[in-house]
């Protein structure tokens, strides 16, 4: 029988891959029919990733994965900041059996960036974080990045995060080609430069106005623009025309404005 622990690894896995969205709904019954299981081990399950901060309950509505906040978000990028950094820079030496697998990992970045399955490409690109812990003997940490992973990728889904994947994976070659020289400073500066990075490249609100967003909804709307952008023209009586045929007023031409953006993908 499925144990809650591989429940929640597997729900890890799928938010690290993006294949589930935040805010999506996690039934208790439908998990249990998919897992062969009980709703007891079910709840404990999304329990765990509760306290984890993976996942949310609501007392009428149910189990859905988190939708942060745009200042939660800003707080997971720092954590992350400060645990990887921190890592690093306690860090002596790097022995070659740790290159060797990092190196083993983006191998695997490589590969999936060359084929089409983009949750793979994005699980393989959160999970570096957390093989470079392991690699560098701290489990403990490594199950913390895991999670901040999995949240740092819901915000990067969430605020449509524009980071090009060849890029991040472009850095964690940089950042393991540094561990292998032994050059532990640079190393711990390009991670920052790449957290830093995967941050800005989210489209987060600049302002700190809490009513921001109220304001602009519930702005005057400008009725009868084209009157109102056109100066007023001064009225012309009409010569009288000897003709009884009569031209018909020539209809504004509104041009609609398409919206060109597009959401380039929310990869770390």
């Known amino acids: 029988m499925t144990t809650a ?22 039934g208790e019954q439908q998990l249990a029919m998919l897992f062969d299981c ?6 404990e399950a999304l329990t765990r990733l509760s306290t984890r901060g993976i996942v949310t309950v609501s007392a009428r509505r149910g ?3 988190i939708e942060p906040s745009e200042d939660e978000a800003r707080e997971a990028f720092e954590a992350r900041r400060v645990i990887e950094l921190g890592l690093l820079h306690q860090l002596k030496t790097v022995d070659k059996a740790a290159v060797r697998q990092l190196k083993s990992h ?16 994005s699980f393989l690109l959160g999970d570096f974080h957390v093989c470079l812990a392991e690699c560098l003997g701290n489990s403990l940490l490594a199950d913390t990045l895991r999670d901040f992973t999995a949240r740092t ?41 790449h957290i830093g990075t995967v ?21 005057p709307v400008r009725k ?14 009409k010569p009288r025309a ?21 959401y380039l993908g929310a990869l770390l």
Request: with cysteine; hydrophobic share 40%.
């Open 5 to 26: 622990t591989e429940i929640s690894n597997r729900i890890i896995e799928a938010v690290m891959a993006q294949k589930l969205a935040p805010g999506s709904r996690l």
């Open 224 to 237: 009868n623009t084209a009157a109102a952008d056109t100066p007023a023209q001064p009225r012309q009586r």
């Open 199 to 219: 941050q800005s490249a989210l489209r987060l609100q600049a302002s700190s106005d809490p009513l921001a967003g109220l304001r602009d909804a519930l702005a």
């Open 38 to 43: 009980s709703r007891t081990i079910v709840r």
């Open 153 to 193: 990728t819901l915000i990067a889904m969430l605020y449509q995060s524009s980071h090009d994947a060849a890029q991040s994976c472009e850095d964690h070659v940089r950042i393991v080609e540094a561990l292998e020289a032994g050059d532990i400073a640079r190393a711990e500066a390009l991670m920052a430069e």
């Open 242 to 262: 000897a003709s009884k045929s009569s031209t018909p007023p020539a209809s504004d031409k509104d041009a609609a404005s398409a919206d060109t953006s597009t």
């Open 63 to 65: 189990w859905y994965v």
């Open 106 to 121: 983006l191998q695997r970045e490589k590969a999936a960036l060359a084929g089409s399955d983009v949750g793979v490409r």
